[in-house]
């Protein structure tokens, strides 16, 4: 790779890939759909939208824009171009009934008793993300909707709450994220990786960057002379074409509603109301504690990661025994290396990889981690309960009263360079699958549908292993959590933003 193709285009890249502003505690996310063509493209050829590049002083509001792909439709980008993005984009999440069940969109869950986004033609276009200091947002706000307000027609606003860093269930949110390789020390090669690590390649969550193959993933590339009125940067690896994708990354959504009082209210039954009993299975079934801390010790030196709540893999606790195999944060992050641990050297190698070894082999139920990993930037909403409260609270409103009450929640937003096999990989095989690991018959503890399986096997279990002694299984769980709505949105870099606003056939 040349020394040209070395340096990021931070100034390019929208601040959400950097920051997820999580300094700015007020925000809103605004789902819009195009009134006028001509007014939403020159709206989004001049609106100021936050960059990555770092700065001494911390702004006080930012502006982020997303688009769907009736979105860019509206906009009246050409089919050409649009059939350059990745196809499950644009099908959209709610394009049909196979991409449901492996996203666990069925029962409740289904698109059509989703309150947004429940059929690919009512997507809404334009999803614009607003941060603000805290006592701001509420003046931001109304200037960009007022500046705007000739261009959108506002479908739903989504609200947001400040709950001090914890998510609605009462746990410390926000601790494992990747590290990206901003200096782009990588090798850009597909090699294995003997040991987990927190660094990922930047082109697994930016498009026109080299991925965890050292590939660079599909997207619109473009004749650099087709509209010289707002240039794009060249593709590094065909440097002929302008690349529509740099800088760019699919951003998807979903609103989450959390039933806080249900799941308080199990635990502390299959407690059978101690208190001590209720927290260690709450714990258990997240896989950290209240406070954010994991189940099992930690002191390993993992690459790229710092924060000392992350510094563990799971290996060595193989049969769960301190961190339940199907605990959430275990099913979300395996942190596992390519190759099962093992000694150096070919025979060794060989040995694990062909599958002669049978401690490796139970070590390889789950793929490499490195190639499933998500950036979440979400946000709750709502209410926060305190553990008393949500012991006694009433039942939750029924699916018909929640047009007027979205309830409590996260508005889950994560960013990928390829949805299928970052988020649809995640959500299908390791959250909302029934065979995770060495596991049958459950999904996630928390997001789980509790749906039977294809076979008509309950999925309504989470098991804890006991160490010399059959995994005690707890029955019966409800289903915590709701999908209200979603969609996938391709948030482009700022060049990508004003040439997609003055593009023409």
């Avoid at 700015?24 to 819009?32: T, V």
């Avoid at 009246?76 to 394009?95: H, L, N, T, Y």
């Avoid at 946000?379 to 409590?408: F, I, M, V, W």
Wanted: with cysteine; proline share 7%; charged share 25%.
């Amino acid at each position: 790779m040349s020394a040209l193709h070395t340096s990021v285009d931070l100034d390019d890249i929208q601040g959400l890939v950097a920051f997820g502003y999580g300094k700015l505690r007020e925000a809103c996310f605004l789902l819009l759909d195009v009134r006028d063509k001509e007014a939403a493209r020159a709206w989004l050829s001049r609106c100021e939208v936050s960059n990555a590049v770092k700065r001494e002083a911390a702004p006080t509001t930012a502006l982020q824009v997303a688009l769907s792909c009736p979105g860019l439709r509206a906009l009246g980008v050409p089919e050409d171009i649009v059939q350059g993005f990745s196809p499950e984009f644009i099908a959209g999440m709610s394009s049909d009934d196979s991409r449901a069940r492996r996203l666990g969109d069925v029962g409740d869950n289904r698109p059509q008793r989703w309150l947004w986004g429940n059929t690919p033609e009512v997507v809404p276009h334009v999803l614009m993300l607003l941060y603000a200091m805290k006592g701001e947002l509420a003046a931001w706000e109304g200037q960009v909707l007022a500046d705007c307000a000739s261009a959108f027609t506002l479908v739903k606003r989504l609200s947001t709450a400040d709950m001090g860093g914890f998510e609605p269930f009462g746990f410390k949110d926000g601790i494992s994220e990747p590290t990206l390789d901003w200096e782009r020390e990588r090798p850009a090669v597909d090699q294995e990786l003997r040991e987990y690590t927190n660094v990922a390649c930047l082109g697994e969550f930016v498009l026109g960057y080299p991925n965890e193959y050292g590939e660079y993933t599909e997207r619109p590339l473009l004749d650099p002379q087709r509209n010289t009125d707002a240039p794009l940067p060249r593709a590094e690896d065909q440097p002929d074409l302008a690349d529509l994708g740099r800088n760019g990354s699919y951003l998807v959504m979903r609103q989450l509603r959390q039933d806080v009082g249900r799941f308080w209210q199990f635990v502390d039954g299959a407690a059978h109301g101690d208190p001590a009993a209720r927290t260690r299975l709450a714990e258990e079934m997240v896989g950290r504690s209240i406070d954010g801390d994991p189940l099992i010790p930690t002191g390993e030196r993992i690459e790229g990661e710092d924060d000392p709540r992350n510094t563990f893999t799971y290996r060595g606790d193989e049969e769960g025994l301190h961190c339940p195999i199907g605990a959430h944060i275990r099913r979300s992050n395996p942190r596992n290396a390519d190759l099962p641990p093992g000694t150096r050297g070919f025979i060794s190698w060989a040995t694990r990889t062909l599958g002669f070894d049978a401690d490796a082999l139970a070590n390889d139920h789950v793929s490499s981690t490195r190639f499933h990993r998500l950036l979440r930037r979400g946000r709750e909403y709502g209410n926060k309960l305190t553990l008393q409260q949500a012991l006694s609270a009433p039942p939750e409103p029924g699916h018909d009263d929640l047009q007027a009450h979205d309830g409590t929640g996260l508005h889950f937003i994560c960013l990928a360079a390829n949805i299928t096999r970052q988020f649809e990989f995640v959500q299908g095989a390791w959250l909302a699958g029934v065979r995770f690991d060495s596991l049958h018959g459950e999904s996630d503890p928390l997001l789980g549908n509790r749906q039977p399986d294809p076979a008509g096997a309950p999925t309504d279990s989470f098991s804890i292993p006991v160490a010399n002694g059959c995994d005690r299984r707890v029955t019966g769980l409800p289903q915590f959590i709701t999908v209200l709505g979603g969609g996938y949105f391709f948030m482009p870099g700022i060049r990508a933003l004003r040439y997609l606003s003055k593009v023409q056939p």
